[in-house]
């Protein structure tokens, strides 16, 4: 089955800063890569997400790469804020399920 | 206000009393399943159905069973609660399978099993 890992478990930036998370996965079925936001004690948000047929998608702070071959995709934020402190997971499907990373935990410092 | 609800949102429980947490969507999605959240292991699927009547198991379905009689609910049934499934649950829904899985996820349930 498929198996997601992410790096790295914590990550701390000052504000303003760019930060990047980066998840790999075993599944070359694997098609559809979201990336979810939990803030504490709230349910996970989709943030971004990005199929398999696209290289890169950006929304305003927000991108996310995807390389097939390698079996990598990545989250980068730039001109952190510290509303952007939260856990981030990564997650890959094959249409049937959906297999999350473990999580990084971004602190974003004032 | 189309939304995915979880019952209860916290619950207290002792060892072997069967439980049931209830999750209800109103978006009309075909796709529904279930993780648990535990610290360090992200979020771990439990059991995951397709449609009414399809159920399948995720990767830690031991100890859990699921149904789907009606498409917008989806309960989680712990026959005999053990302390180690003590833990944070999250339902989650997707409109259909085959477009990638855009998962909705209910408020989440905060259980412990003493």
């Known amino acids: 089955g498929e198996n997601v890992e992410q790096h790295p478990s914590t990550l701390s930036v000052q504000e303003g800063d760019s930060a990047v998370i980066k998840c790999t996965y075993s599944d070359s079925a694997s098609n559809y890569f979201p990336w979810y936001k939990q803030e504490l004690g709230k349910r996970p948000q989709l943030i971004i997400d990005i199929r398999s047929n696209v290289g890169e998608k950006k929304d305003q702070r927000i991108a996310v790469t995807l390389n097939k071959t390698a079996k990598h995709f990545s989250l980068h934020i730039t001109e952190t804020q510290p509303e952007d402190s939260a856990v981030y997971f990564c997650?890959?499907?094959?249409?049937?399920?959906?297999?999350f990373g473990a999580g990084t935990r971004l602190t974003v410092k004032p | 206000e189309a939304q995915v609800t979880q019952n209860p949102r916290y619950l207290i429980t002792v060892t072997g009393k069967k439980l049931t947490v209830t999750c209800s969507q109103n978006?009309?999605?075909?796709?529904m399943s279930w993780y648990r959240q535990d610290p360090g292991l992200g979020l771990r699927q439990i059991y995951y159905s397709m449609n009414v009547e399809v159920t399948d198991k995720g990767d830690v379905p031991e100890g859990y069973k699921v149904s789907r009689k009606e498409k917008r609910n989806f309960p989680l049934i712990l026959e005999s609660p053990s302390p180690n499934q003590t833990s944070l649950y999250f339902c989650?829904?997707?409109?259909?399978?085959?477009?990638?899985?855009?998962?909705?996820f209910g408020p989440g349930t905060r259980l412990t099993v003493t």
């Open positions: 997650a890959a499907s094959n249409n049937n399920d959906m297999r």
């Open positions: 978006m009309n999605h075909e796709y």
């Open positions: 989650a829904s997707s409109p259909r399978p085959g477009t990638g899985l855009e998962q909705y």
